[in-house]
């Protein structure tokens, strides 16, 4: 079979379907040919894996990679018994090493294959971000995304923080959700509402439907449709909750529900989302909680709904909103 034909049906394989058994009947038919086929083969697959764990990938092209990968080859060829004798000088990762050196010297990471993606929403904004890979994100107030995707690595991975309402694209590759204090989100096609905010005290995950797997290291909790969990940064530990589960992403509908929230809990999140400045009179703090529903409007309509929930007062000054009482 004509060298090049072949080349290009060992790249696709290695671009797009690494991971899986060889379905393409050329591939197939070359391989069988002869046992020489074979060796050519895995030697591509080894060095193609290898690369990936000691070369940083945002320095490394596939396509430029599989060229020169197929020049070294074909010097290997011509070389055999050289690079056989330094294959019985070193074993195991030390070979495979010794390769991915040479072809460092030989410009063979030089460009990108990363697909990078980033989003912020400022205090009082919202946004929506569609991703490379089809996945929706609704992002709420003050929140941050990144998202990168490895081709050769076959993961769709995120760095988030903030509030986001995530539609996942379903993918064979695993879309894993990176948090602080290590904790991980992992779907593999779903829906769900994710709350992450840094000064918060815990993160909540509210499952819409699919499945998802929130992890603290070797602590997991596999979710099913309707089920909520949480993260507690100070105890450090995942506990499934009971709630409603729509009132998680209730901010969609610009409709704030407190489920006994206390004051400061209010305040914070209407600082979010109004982008302003709340100054409560410290002993009304301990004093003052919340349960019922509040349609968004303006940050004057919240408080005066607050103000006759509770026995307070407030004055807005620009973006700065000072609270006492009657």
Not at 146 to 159: D, F, G, L, P, T
Not at 182 to 194: A, D, I, R, S
Request: hydrophobic share 35%.
């Amino acid at each position: 079979m004509e060298q090049q034909k072949i080349n290009d049906h060992i790249l696709d394989y290695l671009l797009n379907h690494s991971n899986e058994a060889i379905k393409d009947q050329i591939l197939i038919d070359w391989l069988n040919e002869k046992e020489d086929n074979q060796k050519v083969f895995d030697r591509y697959i080894k060095i193609w894996d290898e690369s990936s764990n000691y070369i940083d990938p945002k320095t490394f092209d596939s396509r430029e990679a599989w060229t020169k990968i197929n020049q070294m080859n074909k010097r290997k060829e011509k070389s055999k018994r050289n690079i056989k004798n330094i294959y019985y000088a070193v074993s195991g990762v030390a070979a495979s090493l010794l390769l991915v050196f040479m072809f460092s010297f030989y410009g063979l990471f030089d460009r990108t294959s990363e697909t990078m993606v980033s989003m912020k929403t400022n205090q009082g904004s919202r946004s929506e971000l569609v991703l490379p890979d089809g996945s929706v994100v609704k992002l709420n107030s003050g929140s941050n995304i990144s998202y990168v995707y490895n081709k050769q690595q076959n993961i769709r991975e995120v760095k988030f923080e903030g509030e986001g309402f995530f539609k996942v694209a379903k993918n064979k590759k695993t879309f894993v959700i990176r948090l602080e204090n290590g904790v991980e989100v992992k779907v593999m096609g779903t829906t769900f509402n994710l709350k992450a905010y840094k000064d918060d005290p815990v993160i909540q995950t509210s499952l819409v439907e699919g499945c998802v797997e929130m992890s603290h290291y070797n602590q997991k909790i596999k979710m099913k449709p309707g089920e909520m969990v949480v993260f507690d940064k100070k105890a450090q530990s995942l506990t499934q909750m009971e709630g409603n589960l729509s009132h998680s992403y209730g901010w969609m509908k610009n409709k704030i529900y407190m489920e006994n929230m206390n004051i400061c809990e209010v305040c914070k999140y209407l600082e979010r989302i109004y982008d302003v400045n709340i100054y409560i009179q410290e002993d009304l703090k301990r004093q003052i909680s919340y349960n019922g529903v509040i349609k968004e409007e303006t940050i004057g309509d919240v408080l005066n709904a607050l103000a006759q929930l509770s026995n307070i007062s407030y004055n807005i000054d620009g973006k700065n909103i000072y609270i006492n009482s009657k």
